[in-house]
């Protein structure tokens, strides 16, 4: 399997954009902390969300129709592949998310981007204060972060059969414990 060190090399390979970096960073975390829930292997739980944009910057046009084969030639296993091409399912592919790690990164993949731009308006710029109750505020508002679909989020909810606070909650914890490697420290 890929290492972690290896995985962020390539990522950095095929992005250069510091925003989808940190967004690749972020993803990681809450899927580390997922792995961990489910009793799961955190590490390859991680491995997918670091690299499940990994060919959206170079070729934002062919997202996820490129990514198989970058992946495949850097050594990567399928079941981490699968689960790359399983975020994007019904937008840019047609993997559906089956086990557990594939469902959790096609809700988190949009999650983490109305948690970090929940931290963005906060005075701290940071995770480490951010509440469930402040999330689901700006969660109900569509046209705060309107470009993470909500309706991605609550169908992985649903398919992971659980309830939206509770993925919230995990997301969250994923992000607090790695805030400072995801840059969502802020000021705290």
Known sequence: ???????????????????????????????????????????????VGLL??????????????????ILKDAGVDEEIIRGVMAHGYGMASDVE????????????????????????LRPSKSVLDLELKSVNKKFKDKKFAAGCNRDVILDGCRRLGMEKNDV??????????????CGLKGNL
């Open 1 to 47: 399997m890929i290492t972690r060190d290896e995985a962020y090399t390539l990522l950095t390979e095929y992005t250069k954009s510091e925003a989808l970096i940190q967004h690749g960073l972020q993803v990681e975390a809450a899927m580390m902390a997922f792995g961990r829930y489910f009793g799961e292997d955190e590490t390859k739980y991680g491995l």
């Open 52 to 69: 499940h944009d990994i060919d959206y910057d170079k070729y934002p046009d062919e997202h996820l129709q490129k990514a198989p084969q």
């Open 97 to 120: 998310p089956i086990s557990n790690m594939e469902k959790v990164v096609y809700t988190v993949d949009e999650l983490t981007g109305i948690i970090n731009a929940c931290c963005l």
């Open 168 to 181: 919230i909650e995990i997301t969250l914890q994923g992000l607090r414990d790695r805030a400072q490697i």
